[in-house]
C-alpha cells in the first residue's frame, strides 16, 4: 500500500513537471517617468501630478501594452499671470491649457507648461518740484505681481532719467529745458516688457533768477553800523539773505527781508560791500552788491588866498580861496556874516561895505564827516563915499 502511494505522488509531480515546461513566459512589465516642469507662475495637475509639489510621476504596465498617456491641466495661480503654451513631451489639445503627456521608460519624459505676465505695473510720482531751475528730485512708487525692473522719467515725452533700484529716486537734469510749463511722466516695466505709466504732473521750468534793486544805498557812511535795503518786482520772490563785509571776506549771511533795515558791523575805515542773495520758489539765487566806503575821516580844507585873519581891507570886492583833500566826494557851502549857507567850490567873492565881516566855508564829505574854516576881516572906510551894498549879508 505503501508502495503505491509512492508511486503515484511521484507521477503526479512527473505530470505537473511536465505541464510547467510547456507553459508560455510572464510578460515583461515596464516602467516609466513623468516630470512636469513650470515656467512663471502657474499650476499644473493631472494624474498623480500637483505642480508645483508634486511634480514627478510613475506608472508600470505590460510590455505588450500601449504605454498610459496622462492628461496634464495648467491653471494660473497668481493675478496678471497667464498660461501660454506646452513644449516638451506633450501633445497639444484643442483646448489650449490640456495636453496629454506620455512616460518615458529610459529617462523620464519632461512636459514643460509655460506661464507669462501679462498685467502692467502700477505706479505714482510720490514727490516733485513744481517750480525747478537747473534740476530737481523726484521720486516714484512702483508696485508690480512679479517685480519692477526700472522705473524711467520723461519730460514732455523723453526719457531723461532711469533708475532700476527702489526706492525709485532721481535727479532729473532740467538745464537744457526752456522756460515755462513741462509734462513729467515715470514709467514702469517689469521682466516680461510689461511697462505702465503715470499720467502728466506738470512742473514749471524757470531760470531766471529774482532781480534787486537797492533802496536809495549810500555810497560812503561814517556809521560804525550801516543799514541798507532792498527791493524786488520778482512775482516768485522766496527770501533772501544779506551781508556785509570787506570785500574778499566770507562771512555767513543772514536772513533779511524785502524793505526792511539791514544792519552790519563795520568798525574800519575802506571798502565794504552790501550783498544780498535772493532766491525764487524754484531755486534760483541772485547775488546783487552795493559797494561802499566806510570814511570816518573830515575832509582836509586850507585856504589858498584872500585876506589873512583880522586882516584889515579897503571896502569892496574881498575873494578867498581854498583847497580840499578828502578820499570821497565833497559838498562845499559858504556864508557871509551867519547869513544863508549857499553852494561854493573852492573860491567865494563878495563886496563888503566898511565894518566888521566874517567869512566861513563847510566842507562836507559823502559820509557826512565836515570840516570847517573861516576869516574875520575889518573893512576901512576910504575917502569917497560908502558904497553901497548888494547884498547886506
Known amino acids: 500500500m505503501k508502495r503505491i502511494f509512492i508511486l503515484t505522488a511521484a507521477l503526479l509531480a512527473l505530470a505537473i513537471t511536465a505541464q510547467t515546461a510547456n507553459a508560455e513566459p510572464p510578460t515583461p512589465i515596464v516602467r516609466g517617468d513623468l516630470e512636469v516642469q513650470i515656467?512663471?507662475?502657474?499650476?499644473?495637475?493631472?494624474?498623480?501630478?500637483?505642480?508645483?509639489?508634486?511634480?514627478?510621476?510613475?506608472?508600470?504596465?505590460?510590455?505588450?501594452?500601449?504605454?498610459?498617456?496622462?492628461?496634464?491641466?495648467?491653471?494660473?495661480?497668481?493675478?496678471?499671470?497667464?498660461?501660454?503654451?506646452?513644449?516638451?513631451?506633450?501633445?497639444?489639445?484643442?483646448?489650449?491649457?490640456?495636453?496629454?503627456?506620455?512616460?518615458g521608460t529610459e529617462e523620464a519624459v519632461v512636459s514643460v507648461a509655460r506661464f507669462i505676465d501679462?498685467?502692467?505695473?502700477?505706479?505714482?510720482?510720490?514727490?516733485?518740484?513744481?517750480?525747478?531751475?537747473?534740476?530737481?528730485?523726484?521720486?516714484a512708487v512702483a508696485n508690480d505681481n512679479d517685480r519692477v525692473t526700472k522705473v524711467e522719467y520723461l519730460i514732455d515725452g523723453n526719457v531723461v532719467a532711469t533708475d532700476a533700484t527702489a526706492p525709485y529716486e532721481t535727479t532729473l537734469d532740467t538745464t537744457g529745458v526752456s522756460e515755462g510749463t513741462h509734462h513729467v511722466q515715470a514709467r514702469a516695466f517689469d521682466p516680461a516688457g510689461n511697462n505702465g505709466i503715470t499720467s502728466n504732473t506738470d512742473i514749471l521750468v524757470d531760470h531766471t533768477a529774482p532781480e534787486i534793486t537797492f533802496n536809495s544805498p549810500v555810497p560812503a557812511t561814517s556809521d560804525a553800523q550801516p543799514k541798507f535795503s532792498f527791493a524786488t518786482a520778482s512775482e516768485d520772490f522766496d527770501g533772501a539773505d544779506c551781508v556785509i563785509q570787506r570785500p574778499g571776506e566770507t562771512r555767513e549771511p543772514v536772513w533779511c527781508g524785502e524793505d526792511e533795515w539791514f544792519t552790519g558791523d563795520a568798525p574800519t575805515e575802506g571798502q565794504w560791500e552790501f550783498i544780498v542773495y535772493a532766491s525764487d520758489r524754484a531755486g534760483n539765487v541772485s547775488k546783487t552788491t552795493h559797494s561802499f566806503v566806510v570814511d570816518r575821516t573830515a575832509p582836509e580844507i586850507a585856504f589858498?588866498?584872500?585876506?589873512?585873519?583880522?586882516?584889515?581891507?579897503?571896502?569892496?570886492?574881498?575873494?578867498?580861496?581854498?583847497?580840499?583833500?578828502?578820499?570821497?566826494?565833497?559838498?562845499?557851502s559858504c556864508s557871509w556874516d551867519g547869513g544863508e549857507a549857499t553852494a561854493c567850490d573852492g573860491t567865494a567873492s563878495k563886496v563888503l561895505a566898511k565894518g566888521d565881516h566874517t567869512f566861513r566855508m563847510v566842507a562836507t564829505d559823502a559820509a557826512g564827516n565836515s570840516s570847517e574854516i573861516s576869516r574875520e576881516v575889518t573893512v576901512l572906510a576910504d575917502a569917497g563915499p560908502d558904497p553901497v551894498d548888494p547884498d547886506p549879508n
Open 118 to 139: 501679462v498685467m502692467a505695473p502700477s505706479l505714482y510720482i510720490s514727490f516733485y518740484s513744481s517750480e525747478v531751475s537747473e534740476s530737481t528730485l523726484v521720486g
Open 304 to 332: 589858498t588866498s584872500g585876506p589873512d585873519d583880522a586882516a584889515k581891507v579897503a571896502k569892496g570886492n574881498v575873494t578867498y580861496g581854498w583847497s580840499v583833500v578828502d578820499s570821497t566826494g565833497v559838498g562845499q
Open 39 to 103: 515656467i512663471g507662475q502657474g499650476k499644473v495637475t493631472g494624474t498623480g501630478i500637483d505642480c508645483p509639489g508634486d511634480c514627478l510621476q510613475s506608472e508600470s504596465w505590460p510590455e505588450t501594452e500601449a504605454g498610459p498617456v496622462n492628461t496634464l491641466t495648467a491653471t494660473a495661480n497668481r493675478t496678471g499671470w497667464a498660461f501660454q503654451s506646452w513644449s516638451g513631451g506633450c501633445t497639444k489639445q484643442a483646448n489650449a491649457a490640456v495636453c496629454k503627456s506620455s512616460y
